[in-house]
């Protein structure tokens, strides 16, 4: 298969399949996908559309490449990402908005708190807080930044208290009736993972964040926040 063969533009109902080939190099694909849609951009025009991708299992990280490839090289805005082998829908905005976790330094001048924090002693912020144990039921968070929890989340805990939108929580896991980004409230309980011959299974860290005016919660697959100091 020849360079300009590893992606293969494809219609579906209202949007794009875009077949990448399962063994091409990752550069040599995206070099591929930027020559397609670049040959294509008249074709197109400028519009809106949701993706799929197939023939490849490809991380967030990869989509993103391949999205920005898209961008790039064509009028295309891509709004959806629809993963075939895990029929998982995307909003692209919220890939782009996965970034926050990782590029801003969200722990500068953040308040630490080296336990958890329980009933009574409230923690308030005028920046970030970073939480070295739990948010005990009934205990109370509020920050103007983000919080970031290292253990487990079951009281109340308000990010971006003066309005900031963009603030997030995340934890090890979440079991609670009051979750809160700037005047955005909300309740999220994960049941407890099962486990099998007294082995513990790894937790992955999650962030709750806001999109659209709507609580999301999303898997921080990079364990970018575990054993964190």
Known sequence: MSSNDYCIIKSMKDGINLYLDP????????????RKFAESSDFFGAV???IMFSGRVVSE???????????LN????????????????KDRRMLELSDNFYSENVLLNAKIVTDSVKPGRDVESDSSVLILGDVRENA???????????????????AGTKGETKAFVSALS???EDISIANVQGAFHEAPKKRFFSKEEPLTPKAVFLLDNELLIEPLKN????GRK
């Open 61 to 71: 990280e990869e989509i993103k490449g391949i999205c920005e490839c898209i961008e």
């Open 223 to 226: 364990g970018a926040l575990t």
């Open 48 to 50: 809106s559309l949701p």
């Open 140 to 158: 109370i968070v509020n920050a103007a930044g983000s919080i970031i929890v290292m253990g487990e989340v079951k009281g109340s805990c308000h």
């Open 174 to 176: 979440f079991d609670s």
């Open 23 to 34: 063994d091409a190099p990752f550069g040599d694909l995206c070099e591929s996908v930027c």
């Open 74 to 89: 064509s009028n295309i805005r891509l709004t959806l990402v629809i993963d075939e082998d895990l029929d998982l829908v």
